[in-house]
């Protein structure tokens, strides 16, 4: 059966048509947008809708990027049109874009609207949405031939993660610090669920919800095995921490802000893969030799 | 000059029925601190907490969930204390020095400075042990320049000090905005700072806040009896022989100090140093020598209960301290306000 999967994933695949335009859907702020031609000057303004344009190997339709979009390299050379909280909808209009894909939060859609700029809002955000928005997107920009191969290509990588460390003897327990109010994931997060994947028990229930600000005391408590998102020093010098079995064995990995590794678990887009094996192998580095 | 007598200084009898109360109210903190010390994401029995504190006091080793009673909740609820005290002693301070009823502890600037401190640092990527230092560093250039600006040859005028307090500390908030917009991913761990935050409260912090505390403390306590005379003007004051720009310079020095050193190791805790002095004036008069000592006894009361409510409440997550406070202390204050309509 495992072997008959990528055949059958594969027909399904190439089963997709090309897209008729004019193409009407409703995006992620519960707009209805009709998109009347195949775009082709494109602004993104989140850092995983460029890279998945990208990956679709439509580098060349972006014509604009926020600021913090900086994968693949090439980006990097595109007119930069600020970030979340000040974005610069001149400079996206001097572009002359036919479409312009935004996250869900800011007020971009009703300025560009109001410019008579077509506005999509596709912002993935859990795990499962890395996929189905990867294949809206396929859609919208008449890749969805290319978006369902990367798809698959996508669960073919985590899957051979996973087969390795879903069956690890030990699974550590682990407390995920996203801040240090202290904010952390809860297991059906996107984070949470990478964490998952990566072989680890998150030591926060489901119940707590996704973002949930904790008691420090609960880590005490809980005593995990592996702390990410602090550094030693601060873990160290925390209240009552230096005794947390992490602390004491040193398994405790900072993620700075802005650094490689924090833009892989922060960006959910087609480098999901490379970010569940960036965290197997913290999790599980003797899998991972 | 009867008139004088009786506005500055309280009648026997009214001090002997407030003692009562005061005795009341220093009960109730106690026994907020105790509950304080026993519930949280684990509850622990009185006995074992008593254990632990003793423990802990003679340096014996600690076991189990001892070390979660003294080395976590022990700091924090004392934490919570002396910045509760010291945000409410120096916001009756402010309102008595400037006469003004809108006055709170982070009317010089203190806060905004604090805060462009901490952000700073947080942007450059400092050491996270840095970042109260920057930030005490920020609150007290803030109030300095507020005092530089609002001078007048050697006379600090109240309008002029509210007024270039109010505008340093806008300057400094925007500083803080920009530098955030420029590094968007770490706006949660400024946040976090900003927003007041007793969760990582530790022995060091207590002890790095105490002796601005107590410094800064005994100093507005001791001019507690001139803040008095200040209530009558400052024309009135000067006849009477009180040195009134002097004074007004040292209180708010001192007051600076002490919010300063609370606000870098707690975050912005507001509500406390506005309403507090309020609640205890209605309480327990308007003599300064009583309400400064009784506000702060009230003001660490108040954050060690709100801080208890907020990580119990919907535990094992927490609520942030400052919404707790609010709520708390809000209708509990304009109950206050009505009752005394209806007199």
């Given at each position: 059966m495992y072997r008959l999967l990528p055949v059958l994933l594969l027909a399904a695949a190439t089963s997709a048509a090309a897209t008729t335009y004019p193409l009407t859907l409703t995006d992620d702020l519960g707009r209805r947008v009709t998109l009347q031609a195949e775009p082709k000057r494109v602004v993104s303004v989140l850092p995983s809708t460029t890279e998945t344009l990208c990956a679709l190997n439509l580098c060349e339709r972006l014509v604009g990027v926020d600021d913090y979009s900086d994968f693949p390299a090439s980006v990097s050379k595109l007119p930069k049109v600020g970030g979340l909280y000040n974005p610069n909808v001149e400079a996206m209009v001097a572009l002359k874009p036919d479409l312009v894909v935004v996250s869900k939060y800011g007020k971009l859609a009703e300025s560009l609207t109001a410019a008579g700029i077509t506005v999509l809002a596709i912002n993935p955000e859990t795990y499962e949405e890395v996929f189905s928005k990867t294949l809206v997107l396929g859609r919208v920009m008449n890749r969805e031939a290319q978006a369902k191969a990367l798809v698959i290509q996508m669960r073919r990588d985590i899957a051979r993660i996973e087969i390795l460390t879903k069956n690890a003897v030990v699974k550590p327990t682990a407390y995920y610090e996203v801040d240090p109010t202290p904010y952390t994931v809860g297991p059906n997060s996107f984070i949470g669920v990478l964490l998952g994947k990566a072989g680890a028990v998150n030591i926060i229930p489901a119940s707590l919800g996704d973002f949930p600000k904790i008691s420090p005391e609960l880590v005490v408590q809980q005593n995990p095995q592996l702390i990410l998102g602090v550094d030693l020093a601060t873990a160290r010098a925390r209240p009552g921490w230096a005794g947390i079995a992490a602390v004491k064995s040193g398994r405790v990995t900072a993620i700075a802000p802005g650094s490689p590794l924090d833009n892989l678990l922060t960006r959910p887009g087609p480098r999901l893969p490379l970010a569940l094996a960036a965290l197997a192998k913290i999790v599980h580095p003797e899998l991972f030799r | 000059m009867s008139a004088i007598e009786s506005a500055a200084l309280p009648r026997p009898r009214a001090g002997f029925r407030a003692s009562g109360r005061t005795l009341l109210l220093l009960a109730l903190v106690l026994l907020a601190a105790l509950l304080a010390l026993g519930l949280g994401s684990v509850n622990i029995a009185p006995a074992e907490t008593l254990r632990a504190v003793w423990h802990g006091l003679s340096g014996q080793p600690l076991a189990g969930s001892e070390v979660i009673v003294w080395q976590l909740r022990f700091p924090r609820v004392a934490l919570g204390l002396l910045v509760g005290a010291s945000l409410a002693l120096c916001g009756g301070a402010y309102q008595g020095v400037f006469r003004n009823p809108l006055a709170d502890p982070y009317l010089m600037g203190v806060a905004s400075g604090a805060g462009l401190g901490a952000t700073l640092a947080v942007v450059l990527g400092?050491?996270?042990?840095l970042v109260p230092l920057a930030s005490l560093a920020g609150a007290l250039l803030s109030v300095s320049l507020s005092l530089w600006l609002a001078r007048v040859g050697r006379s600090l005028p109240p309008i002029r000090l509210i007024l270039s307090g109010v505008v340093v500390g806008s300057i400094m908030t925007a500083i803080s905005t920009y530098l955030l917009l420029l590094t968007e991913d770490r706006v949660r761990q400024v946040f976090s700072f900003t927003l007041g935050?007793?969760?990582?409260?530790g022995w060091h912090q207590v002890l790095v806040v105490l002796p601005y505390a107590l410094v800064g403390g005994a100093c507005l306590l001791l001019l507690a009896r001139a803040l008095n005379m200040l209530q009558l003007g400052d024309l009135t004051a000067r006849s009477l022989g009180l040195p009134v720009e002097r004074l007004r310079l040292l209180i708010i020095v001192a007051a600076s100090l002490v919010t300063a050193a609370a606000v870098s190791y707690a975050g912005i805790i507001g509500f406390v140093g506005l309403m507090t002095p309020h609640l205890v004036r209605r309480l327990w008069g308007p003599d300064y020598r009583v309400l400064l000592p009784v506000s702060a006894l009230a003001g660490g009361g108040l954050l060690v209960l709100s801080d208890l409510l907020a990580r119990t409440l919907t535990r094992p997550t927490e609520l942030p301290v400052g919404v707790v406070t609010t709520l708390l202390g809000g209708p509990f204050f304009l109950y206050l306000l009505r009752q005394s309509r209806d007199e």
């Open positions: - | 400092w050491n996270t042990a935050n007793l969760a990582f409260g």
